[in-house]
């Protein structure tokens, strides 16, 4: 284990946390934080220090760190700015080597906030003390059930982790992950950075056993130089996505209002991505549709995709999806041609995009799941993209809307027949995916079908990932593929 690692480690393994600044009342941020904390599980030592409270939430406050016991090597500081370089001398006094600074009015605000700052880091760098922040939303390690954020969102355990300069960017992509199956190990908001910084976080996570997939939020990047070193060692040993603020002039100038960051070149930016292998997020639905991919599926051999599914129209922007983001649609194999003709009708496709057409709508399960195996199986396909069914939940909407003397007799059509099979379905898919071992992935049938549609959560929850549209399967599918190109030229330079 590195001495960086070693030293940052603690942040995310504390044995004992104090809450510098919580209080009876639920509408301060140190108590918010103390709840989470509490709310998320965590066995540690808590110490909540308030000197005009004796018990908040249940514990036993105290009126100064000195008199806490001695098992604190965490605080967690949410007071008025003017105040947080005194008590950052306090906690260096108390043997405190590690701080979470959620107070917010620095640099982001002015420049005598910009000088209050630099104060914290001159008194944390005289106690020995390494401290997160100003200005950010707290941090989440859920190896030890260790939830201290000042909005209680508490993520899915997994093996995600998440970097963020803004707390609610990072938020949000947790949360929103956590509904869509993928689990987080670390989120750390970062805020103004005037210590730590994102390199230093993505270079732990890194070396973290616990974490398969970096993502990180960055507004503006304080040391270029090192950031790109890191970068690039992180990237040959696991994904890392990044989603840039800042890359237009009005973003550059709301970054500064913000973090206090210089958002810098987008030129330059992009160039640096290139060269550091990192996965580039357009925007925060990209970042957790590349968290998702990144996290259940194995990378493809190569750039060859089999399409499969009963709705026409949607495999023809498959195809232009998979066609713009550098992607090829496979020539199916002669076996597989003539298995898919013992199944399907004479009218299929007879190519890739495998077309079943609305024969398969009848309540075929063979029909609709035959072709994935199939496609699976053949050689020349690398990733599959199938087009998930999720009617029942549709249905039941239209059918409220139906003359009550028909929609009772509605479960007897082709349609209405087909929605009860869908977990069965899902179930047999699952075990393909588990035999084949190629990424495979889906596509959405039936707006706003992910809810209510147990069988969609069902396939998430087991490594095949579903999207909404067909540009977002075919974009993640390609970002898999440019990442394992880049790791494959990348280790060919090295050797």
């Known amino acids: 284990m590195s001495r960086s690692f070693a030293e940052l480690d603690r942040f995310f393994n ?8 919580a209080s009876k009342s639920f509408a301060k941020t140190g108590t918010q934080i103390l709840f989470s904390i509490l709310a998320g599980g965590f066995k540690g030592g808590i110490y909540p220090i308030n000197p005009k409270e004796t018990e908040i939430l249940g514990l036993k406050a105290y009126p100064s760190l000195k008199e806490t016991p001695s098992g604190a090597d965490l605080a967690i500081i949410c007071v008025q700015a003017r105040l947080v370089p005194q008590v950052i001398i306090e906690c260096g006094e108390a043997g405190i080597g590690f701080g979470i600074v959620i107070s917010s009015g620095f640099s982001e605000v002015s420049r005598e906030g910009k000088d209050q700052e630099e104060e914290i880091l001159k008194a944390a760098q005289k106690g020995g003390m390494r401290i997160i922040g100003p200005n950010c939303m707290g941090l989440v390690s859920s190896g030890v059930n260790f939830h201290a954020l000042m909005n209680m969102l508490i993520p899915m355990a997994g093996s995600a982790s ?4 803004s707390g609610t960017i990072g938020s949000l992509t947790s949360i929103y992950g956590s509904e869509q199956s993928i689990g987080f190990s670390k989120f750390i908001s970062t805020g103004n950075e005037t210590d730590l910084r994102t390199e230093d976080f993505i270079e732990y996570l890194a070396s973290d056993p616990q974490t398969k997939v970096i993502s990180a939020f960055v507004e503006g990047i304080k040391n270029g130089k090192r950031f790109i070193e890191v970068a690039k060692e992180a990237a040959m040993r696991k994904p890392l996505i990044v989603l840039k603020g800042g890359t237009t002039e009005a973003g550059a100038k709301a970054a500064v209002s913000h973090t206090g960051s210089i958002a810098g070149s987008k030129a330059v930016y992009n160039a640096m991505v290139r060269q550091t292998g990192i996965i580039q997020a357009r925007d925060e639905r990209d970042m957790v549709d590349l968290i998702k991919a990144f996290s259940l599926l194995p990378l493809p051999k190569g750039r060859n995709v089999g399409i499969t599914g009963a709705w026409g129209g949607l495999a023809v922007l498959a195809s232009d999806a998979c066609a713009k983001t550098g992607l090829a649609l496979s020539q199916l194999s002669r076996e597989s041609i003539e298995e898919l003709n013992n199944i399907l009708p004479p009218f299929w496709s007879h190519g890739n995009p495998v077309d079943v057409t609305g024969a398969g709508l009848g309540g075929d399960f063979v029909m609709l799941t035959k072709p994935i195996e199939v496609l699976l199986r ?3 396909v690398d990733a599959v993209i199938w087009m998930v069914p999720a009617l029942g939940s549709l249905f039941q909407k239209v059918t409220a809307r139906m003359d009550p003397r028909f929609s009772e007799h509605f479960p007897k059509t082709a349609l209405g027949s087909l929605a009860p ?11 393909l995916k588990e035999k084949h071992k190629k990424p495979l992935l889906a596509i959405l049938i039936g707006l706003y079908g992910r809810d209510g549609s147990e069988h969609i959560r069902f396939l998430e929850d087991n490594g095949v990932p579903v999207y909404e549209t067909t540009h977002q ?10 990442y394992k190109e880049y790791k494959e030229t990348r280790g060919n330079m090295d050797t």
């Open 162 to 165: 998440v970097i963020s300069q």
């Open 378 to 380: 053949d050689e020349n």
């Open 473 to 482: 399967a075919a974009m993640v599918l390609s970002k898999l593929v440019e």
């Open 421 to 431: 099979q869908e977990m069965e379905m899902a179930k047999h898919i699952i075990k």
């Open 14 to 21: 504390p044995k004992g946390v104090a809450v510098i600044g």
